[in-house]
């Protein structure tokens, strides 16, 4: 009945014909066949793994308090923002424990999402949890969160490394009490003496800076606490559906109103001089500006370094201004420290790696400078331009790269002409391959024989719907030994 449903030929067939085709448009049909079927033993592979982790919600919330939530905003939320309150608001009413990725592109609102969904979980008499990779990123959340919570009776703490002892010993008991209802902070939430008096939400910034391990240790201070992650790395939905297999996900693929474009340039080294007085013009009035290099050491390639740059900007080109250096080879608290100082404005120049790409909000830096910019994905390089026009001054971003390969410029030329994140991860996919994503995760997924994830997208989705309707029917499979024998075969060699 599955072969009739979605026209495909039978196996024997398939076989047959993908290896000595009788006629041409049989290998076509063949092929279909052999990718359907694949696509649909991974899929229920996934599935089946989802479901074994659905964990049953002891946490179920009655009320819905969205709408008081949207009163407190300065803005009004979008309809994508609205839709993914609702989907997470149906979930922590549901059966089933939450498993939520909220997946946003730069300034798409996910951390008014986030609010929404914890004021409802602390409305209802829970306590909620923000995870943040960094103390600064932490630290403005806790800003935005207190002045957004302001005049309402929710009790909100910071947690991070440099809390001093006593503060953290008194926050701690504050928690354990239930005397605070949101606890914002870093890595320092998931230490052993940190308890919860009822945990209802346990919600992680930036979802992939942290693993998975890092996850599930601050969902077990509860009894089973609903799970939101945000993450701002826009990934095409069918490659979302298979990366995040173990969570359902909510695509905010719309902007707010009044959130301006990013004037975008590409030139060439030649215009270094030119460059550098239109930093310096912003800086005079007052703006501040990045300048992102690819590499830290110089014997790394004969690209100069962050560093060694830094030295020679601050000595010819920028001399009397305040520049900072950023790159990952920093300790986490000196990191920190310079971003703050950026954040502050007490640094106006910021040269850095990309480790700027993910962090804090500076509505003051009006200028993007990225070098060598052919050596980066072109995700990569969307995610540093959200980095500026953050504020409401006119914002630049300036892409060096003296790289004249044909599809070097095309790369460059399609940022340049969008600003839509996931236009540039498809295209990102389609030249560069699923490693910029998987990369940052360790996926574990099976390698693929005929299928291709980027190309079959319409046979993923047919195969997505199929592998749903034999669960519902069979959850375990026991009228398909055979299929269930080939999913083990190919998961048997992956991670998950």
């Known amino acids: 009945y599955i072969q009739a449903e979605y ?10 014909q993908i290896h000595f085709p009788s006629k041409e448009e049989n290998i076509e049909i063949a092929r279909r066949r052999l990718i359907f079927e694949e696509l649909l033993t991974l899929q229920l592979g996934l599935m089946k793994l989802k479901s074994k982790r659905a964990t049953k919600n002891m946490l179920k919330m009655s009320n819905d308090f969205s709408n008081e939530f949207y009163s407190l905003l300065p803005f009004t939320p979008t309809n994508a923002q609205k839709k993914a309150v609702a989907d997470c608001v149906a979930d922590l009413q549901s059966d089933k424990q939450m498993n939520r990725l909220i997946q946003g592109d730069v300034g798409s609102g996910k951390t008014a999402v986030a609010g929404a969904v914890m004021y409802t979980v602390i409305k209802n008499g829970y306590q909620a949890a923000m995870m943040a990779p960094t103390e600064i990123l932490a630290t403005q959340h806790y800003e935005s969160f207190c002045k957004l919570f302001e005049g309402t009776d929710i009790n909100i703490a910071l947690l991070t490394g440099s809390t001093k002892s006593a503060e953290k010993k008194k926050i701690k008991l504050a928690l354990s009490e239930g005397q605070i209802d949101l606890i914002i902070g870093t890595h320092a939430l998931i230490q052993n003496d940190v308890e919860f008096l009822n945990l209802g939400l346990v919600c992680t910034d930036e979802q992939h800076r942290f693993g998975v391990e890092q996850r599930s240790n601050l969902a077990m201070k509860g009894n089973n606490p609903h799970l939101l992650v945000m993450s701002a790395t826009p990934i095409p939905r069918t490659m979302g559906l298979i990366i995040y297999g173990d969570l359902d996900i909510s695509v905010l693929d719309e902007l707010p109103p009044g959130r301006q474009e990013i004037r975008t340039d590409l030139v060439t080294s030649a215009y270094h001089q030119r460059i550098y007085k239109f930093i310096k013009n912003a800086v005079d009035n007052g703006n501040q500006a990045y300048i992102v290099c690819s590499l830290v050491d110089d014997n790394e390639s004969d690209l100069i370094s962050a560093k060694e740059y830094a030295d020679k900007l601050s000595t ?13 080879k920093m300790k986490p608290k000196e990191k920190d420290k310079v971003m703050q100082e950026f954040a502050n404005g007490n640094v106006q120049i910021l040269v850095s790696t990309t480790v700027v790409e993910v962090g804090v909000d500076v509505p003051n830096a009006t200028v993007m400078l990225i070098e060598n910019a052919d050596r980066f994905g072109l995700s990569q390089l969307h995610q540093l331009r959200g980095r500026v026009g953050r504020g409401k001054d006119k914002s630049f971003c300036i892409l060096v790269s003296d790289n004249k390969s044909e599809s070097s410029v095309e790369r460059l030329k399609l940022l340049k002409s969008t600003s839509d994140g996931f236009k540039i991860a498809d295209y990102d996919l389609k ?66």
């Open 316 to 328: 010819e080109v920028f001399q009397g201004y305040n520049l900072g250096l950023l790159h990952g």
């Open 431 to 496: 030249t560069r391959g699923p490693g910029d994503f998987f990369g940052t995760r360790q996926h574990g997924l099976p390698q693929l024989k005929i299928a291709d994830m980027l190309e079959d997208t319409k046979i993923l989705e047919q195969s997505r719907e199929c592998a749903k309707f034999i669960l519902k029917d069979d959850p375990n499979l026991d009228s398909f030994p055979e299929l269930c024998t080939q999913i083990s075969n190919m998961f048997r060699k992956t991670d998950y």
């Open 7 to 16: 026209n495909l030929c039978p196996l024997d067939f398939a076989i047959r």
